[in-house]
């Protein structure tokens, strides 16, 4: 019989976690070059940044069911945040627009703010797609199923 190694996607799930690190740096090299820091609201991706690279420190190097499940929440702290930069980025941009132009209909504006490039309305959702890919690496985790083994005694529905 061959011998199935205990997690066959754990390939996946360091390529995953090396592709999700490299765009977190990439972002803050990014953000850090773009001068992202005009005010304290502008820090808060690069706060939930360093705690999602600290949450793939831990998964790479300790992975335990604690550490997965505090990842997966890391995960959703830097999905709002991308959210909320892609409101704030909106709002910023809306503003701005109706002061350019206070006759422009609704349509109109919608799609100037879109298409503005300082700042981009939707590049704060990089976070959420890099949030969503972390999750993807905590699915079926090995470390989950051994958390959730039964007490002897204990039936299962």
Known sequence: ????????YAAVRRLLLALL??????TVVELVLLDHD???????????MALALAGVVAMTWIGN???????RVLMVLL??????????????NRDFQRDMDPAASEWQLFT???RAK???ALAPGVLVQ???????????HPALSRSRTPTKGATSL
């Open 79 to 92: 999905m709002a945040a991308g959210a909320a930069g892609v409101v704030l980025h909106y709002l910023g």
């Open 118 to 120: 300082a700042p981009p």
């Open 38 to 48: 005009e005010d304290l609201r502008q820090f808060v991706p690069f706060a939930a």
């Open 1 to 8: 019989m061959p011998n199935i190694p205990a997690d066959p």
């Open 21 to 26: 690190a490299f765009g977190l740096v990439g």
């Open 130 to 140: 890099f949030g969503l890919l972390g999750l993807i690496t905590t699915f079926q």
């Open 65 to 71: 069911a604690r550490v997965v499940r505090t990842f």
């Open 112 to 114: 100037k703010i879109i």
